[in-house]
């Protein structure tokens, strides 16, 4: 049996993938799901940029490790690293690895023990949902925009 090997390629298909699901997701109101699945596909941008071509597979799920190990932050001024490194806090804080095991009332406890949102009226997993996508969609952006310079 073929054991599957983690390269920088498949971390990057994998979030290429995985960001298309979650909007698929997201627009037919699985948030929960589409929650995990943004986190996922930014973190697997971080591995594809961090990775080389078959190293053995890290179990960290950290955000924030990924992103250093990624080396992602933007060129510029301080603060333009200052925001980015803001909306990396705050997807590391809406994401976590354990997710998976959670179910719905589990995740939302979770966002309302964090408090990102403010005081939310309604379903709270939406409105970190949408969040989740646009941190997903820019880190990712920035992934697919850094791996066509390297290649």
Do not use: C
């Amino acid at each position: 049996m073929a054991v599957p090997k983690f390269t920088s390629r498949g971390y990057y298909v994998t979030s290429i993938e995985h960001l298309g699901t979650t909007t698929s997701l997201h627009k037919i109101g699985q948030y929960f799901t589409a929650h995990y699945f943004a986190g996922v596909a930014a973190e697997a941008m971080l591995r594809a940029l961090s990775s080389g071509e078959e190293d053995q597979f890290d179990n960290s799920h950290s955000i924030e490790y990924w992103a250093k190990k990624a080396n992602l932050l933007p060129t510029g001024p301080e603060e333009k690293q200052d925001n980015f490194r803001a909306r990396l806090f705050d997807l590391n804080l809406r994401w976590r690895a354990n997710q998976r095991y959670y179910n719905m009332k589990m995740l939302d406890t979770w966002l309302h023990n964090i408090n990102l949102d403010g005081r939310v009226r309604g379903d709270r997993v939406k409105v970190s949902t949408e969040r989740m996508l646009e941190l997903a969609n820019e880190i990712v952006g920035l992934g697919v925009n850094r791996w066509n310079k390297k290649s």
